[in-house]
């Protein structure tokens, strides 16, 4: 019994079937099991069934409204204010719509409905990835430090991209005009770094949902936090040093940090 139970996941949808038993407790216990087991399942399906529905049900109607912006910022008759406006709309659609697709993501990951893995050498996955970043980079320079080219990991690609893309748009945000991002591989391990003016993050809180460093507005608060959902859905660990004007942030396949 006890090892039907370790091997239950709510994210395979099957209930094992526990041994019956003439003892009154066990019979008892199996039943009581049984039942927890299949409220569980019914909640993760509800759960995961409503962010699916309301996903889809917000794209449709931001992408109108969106739509809608496009075509009012495109009439000759605006005032200089009225398209001040407008543009101020168009931006805050926009953050609403990543914030619904990042929201949407966490849901998924949690719900851990990434199942298909693949191996991943980490330098050749960034050498393809690092010409799109460049173009979120606003002139600020990608320095790649790739020490081990033969570190290889089984992970869901879609989600080893976000992590990328996120801690690379962190590091953006961050940085001052002209600094510089590092991406480095080397001892198991990836680790971005990047120059800036800022003090040190709190380590306590930087993963954290919605949390914003310095009473700062840039971003929704979640690029970070979808980091760490992703290293703790593949094993992996993150974590954040400051040193000598650098924010890193460490994501650990195995091995020794790097220094910044």
Request: charged share 20%; aromatic share 8%; glycine share 6%.
């Amino acid at each position: 019994m006890l090892l039907q139970i370790e091997k239950f996941r709510l994210e395979d949808g099957a209930i094992p079937h526990l041994p019956e038993s003439d003892v009154y407790e066990f019979a008892r216990l199996g039943n009581t099991l049984t039942t927890l087991m299949q409220n569980s399942l019914a909640s993760y399906r509800t759960q995961k069934e409503f962010t699916e529905n309301a996903s889809h049900e917000l794209q449709t109607p931001l992408a109108v409204f969106q739509s809608k912006l496009d075509l009012l910022l495109q009439q000759p008759s605006l005032t200089e204010r009225q398209a001040e406006l407008i543009q101020a709309l168009y931006e805050t659609a926009n953050r609403l719509a990543r914030l619904n697709r990042n929201l949407l993501l966490l849901a998924k990951i949690d719900n851990r409905q990434y199942g298909q893995m693949e191996e991943i050498v980490v330098v050749e996955f960034l050498r393809e990835l690092v010409p799109f970043l460049q173009g979120i980079t606003r002139g600020i320079n990608i320095c790649e430090v790739f020490n081990d080219s033969t570190l290889t990991v089984r992970a869901n690609r879609t989600l080893l991209e976000s992590l990328v893309n996120n801690l690379v748009v962190n590091a953006v945000r961050h940085n001052r005009p002209g600094g510089e991002i590092t991406i480095a591989v080397d001892n198991g391990q990836l680790a971005i770094s990047n120059t800036s003016d800022e003090p040190a993050l709190n380590k306590e809180l930087i993963f954290n949902r919605f949390y914003r460093p310095h009473g700062q507005s840039k971003g929704n608060g979640l690029g970070l936090a979808i980091v760490k959902a992703v290293c703790e859905y593949h094993g992996w660990k993150v974590n954040y040093q400051h040193h000598d004007g650098k924010h890193q942030f460490t994501v650990s396949f195995g091995g020794m940090s790097l220094p910044v």
